[in-house]
Antibody
Framework: QVQLQQSGAELAKPGSSVKISCKASGYTFTSYYISWIKQTTGQGLEYIGYINTGSGGTNYNEKFKGKATLTVDKSSSTAFMQLSSLTPDDSAVYYC????????WGQGTLVTVSS | DIQMTQSPPSLSASLGDKVTITCQASQNINKYIAWYQQKPGKAPRLLIRYTSTLESGTPSRFSGSGSGRDYSFSISNVESEDIASYYCLQYVNLPWTFGGGTKLELK
């Protein structure tokens, strides 16, 4: 069965970076894009961008350009999202999802930014 | 970006009621709207895609309709397992955008 397994919760200091992973299984990894979505209580659900898992090509929501960097390792069927220059506003649950509209989601990774 | 205005933000219903949630897009989205259910601590679950196509496993008491800018999502005969938050998503244009959500509670 299709599964997206994300890495664990992160506690990070302001100004630092974190890298979240999303390991796919149960399907041909390079046949589907991986999207990333941010969820906060205040802003709800926000689309960050997607990565073409075959070519590595990316598309970012303008709001997250410079904040998020999407990469992929085809050899391990894993997608990554790095969040840089963290501020408290980046505290959220981040999901990876298989595009289409997304029918398969990871379990979410909680990122907390605090000094 | 396309704005999705979802209402109401919260809804109180009794078991067996019919409830309806609406989403209005800031422009024509050509039926490219999906509806999600989310329970606390869980990822969203896709219920309906392309306005009215039920995903495998979605109970038939869920339905969707609409066109152009205006869309609705209904649950007939609300059951206790339906208590959750619901979100619409437009996926006709990037960036995809979500509605603000509707929290369904038991009366």
């Amino acid at each position: 069965q299709v599964q997206l397994q994300q890495s664990g919760a992160e506690l990070a200091k302001p100004g630092s970076s974190v890298k979240i992973s999303c390991k796919a299984s149960g399907y041909t990894f390079t046949s589907y894009y991986i999207s990333w979505i941010k969820q906060t209580t205040g802003q709800g659900l926000e689309y960050i961008g997607y990565i073409n898992t075959g070519s590595g090509g990316t598309n970012y929501n303008e709001k997250f350009k410079g904040k998020a960097t999407l990469t992929v390792d085809k050899s391990s069927s894993t997608a990554f999202m790095q969040l840089s220059s963290l501020t408290p506003d980046d505290s959220a649950v981040y999901y990876c999802a298989r595009s289409g509209p997304p029918a398969y989601w990871g379990q979410g990774t909680l990122v907390t930014v605090s000094s | 970006d396309i704005q999705m205005t979802q209402s109401p933000p919260s809804l109180s219903a009794s078991l067996g009621d019919k409830v309806t949630i609406t989403c209005q897009a800031s422009q024509n989205i050509n039926k490219y709207i999906a509806w999600y259910q989310q329970k606390p601590g869980k990822a969203p679950r896709l219920l309906i895609r392309y306005t009215s196509t039920l995903e495998s496993g979605t109970p038939s008491r869920f339905s969707g309709s609409g066109s152009g800018r205006d869309y609705s999502f209904s649950i007939s005969n609300v059951e206790s397992e339906d208590i959750a938050s619901y979100y619409c998503l437009q996926y006709v244009n990037l960036p995809w955008t979500f509605g603000g959500g509707t929290k369904l509670e038991l009366k």
